[in-house]
């Protein structure tokens, strides 16, 4: 698509390119305009008719929208604003840099910059800064056909129209009506009759994370949001639900590889920018690790007595980090979903330490009949086994407590990872293992 754009740009072919742009889903435009150099993004853009313009431009990444905002006319600028719907334009205000947003407002019409300016007021992260004010509501006293006259007039401006909020005289929620139910029902019927009167509302305050797990506990594709009196005050979309499910499992992936979580994608993140991110973590680990040298120093003596221990340090040091990773995964997911919770503790705890006794068996059986097949040594087979099946709880019982204890710390579970577990099992094991060898073997 980008070759075929990019060839009716440079033979100026505009008829042809406007004519190819019809056949493309909006999403695949903006895809385009994002890897196209923005003279040629604006020759493009500018070819679109306007709702047509405003679906791609929504779509488009910040700072392609910031380069054409900059290229485009004020009265081009107002046409896309005024266009977009009411959570795409704050999202559009909150991304681009002062100066701009300035000359976005001024040229967008006063109504809609009054409901930007109060979703620009919620806090970043809660759900007030995610809802649009587009959506379709009727009365309880309407009739069905009264409500299908309503949305004919009004739907083409709401983001949604296939769910309808029911809301008395003082703007209060009181219930809601498929679009599938009114056309389902006798014209004549009430709307208080036919409606769920049950409605799962959101908070303006709560926070976004909570915001999508009800949408992926109660599979709605629109939950009405409420203020702190019942008062209907907007709609958050399932799209809008997804990003945010998006961004937060982006962040606890680049927390739980120990770094900073970043605001940009790979590529728009400088290298300068990337270091940052990474290296306090890997600072932090690698002095860490120098408490495992210190053991392993400490028992240098071992080593002379008995040097086919040394051997054996890689195997228990990473199954000992295996496991915990394996443990800390399970957990932090849970907690991400809100499967489990704080008071679990207990539960979580018992349940990892049995899945612990069993793998930490079935670990040294198998190392025990590695060692008596190439070493015939039953001595260390012993204190391998015994090492393994004591790292292993070990590290499960820390893998389960550290992200709970971050949790009730107020911390995000996610640092309590991978790298982080496998630091402080290493040291750990070291501990176990050269204690269980002294105690065997009498060295």
């Not at 499910?245 to 739980?256: A, G, K, T, V």
């Not at 900073?260 to 306090?280: A, G, L, N």
């Amino acid at each position: 698509m980008q070759e075929k754009i990019i060839n009716y740009v440079e033979h100026n072919d505009l008829i042809g390119l406007k004519n190819y742009l019809l056949e493309l889903n909006d999403a695949d435009i903006s895809e385009c305009l994002d890897d196209l150099p923005e003279e040629d993004a604006a020759v493009v853009f500018r070819l679109l008719d306007k709702d047509k313009a405003a679906n791609v431009f929504s779509r488009m990444e910040s700072d392609t929208q910031e380069k054409l905002v900059n290229i485009l006319s004020d009265q081009e600028v107002g046409e896309i604003v005024n266009k977009l719907f009411i959570d795409d334009a704050v999202d559009l205000v909150s991304e681009m840099p002062a100066n701009l947003v300035t000359r976005i407002l001024q040229n967008t019409d006063s109504s809609k910059r009054s409901y930007i300016n109060a979703i620009l007021q919620y806090p970043e992260d809660s759900a007030g800064s995610l809802m649009t004010i587009e959506y379709e509501d009727v009365y309880m006293d309407m009739t069905v056909q009264d409500a299908f006259d309503r949305i004919r007039k009004t739907g083409m401006g709401k983001e949604t129209v296939y769910i309808v909020y029911v809301l008395d005289n003082e703007r209060h929620l009181v219930g809601l009506v498929s679009v599938r139910k009114l056309l389902l029902s006798d014209p004549e019927a009430k709307i208080s009759d036919i409606m769920e009167r049950k409605v799962v509302t959101i908070n303006t305050h709560l926070d976004k994370e909570d915001v999508a797990r009800m949408f992926d506990k109660y599979d709605y594709i629109a939950m009405p949001v409420v203020d702190s009196e019942n008062r209907m005050v907007g709609i958050i979309t399932i799209d809008d639900a997804l990003d945010v499910m998006s961004e937060e499992n982006e962040e606890d992936f680049e927390i739980m590889a120990a770094m900073s979580p970043s605001e940009d994608s790979y590529f728009k993140t400088s290298v300068w920018d990337h270091t940052k991110h990474r290296i306090v973590w890997l600072l932090v680990l690698m002095l860490s690790a120098t408490i495992t040298g210190t053991i392993l120093t400490h028992y240098e003596n071992a080593f002379a007595s008995v040097p086919i221990l040394v051997s054996f340090i890689p195997m228990i040091m990473d199954t000992g980090g295996n496991c915990g990773s394996q443990s800390s995964t399970m957990i932090i997911r849970g907690l991400a979903t809100g499967e489990i919770e704080l008071r679990d503790v207990l539960k979580v705890w018992f349940k990892e330490a049995r899945i612990a006794l069993l793998v930490g068996a079935i670990l040294a059986v198998v190392n025990g009949v590695r060692i008596m097949l190439m070493y015939d040594n039953p001595l260390l087979a012993a204190v391998t086994g015994v090492t393994l099946v004591f790292t292993v709880i070990l590290a499960k019982s820390l893998g389960c407590l550290l992200p709970m204890a971050a949790k009730k710390l107020k911390l995000d579970p996610a640092i309590m990872a991978a790298p982080l577990i496998t630091t402080v099992v290493d040291t750990c094991s070291m501990l176990i293992y050269f204690n269980v060898a002294v105690a065997l073997m009498n060295i």
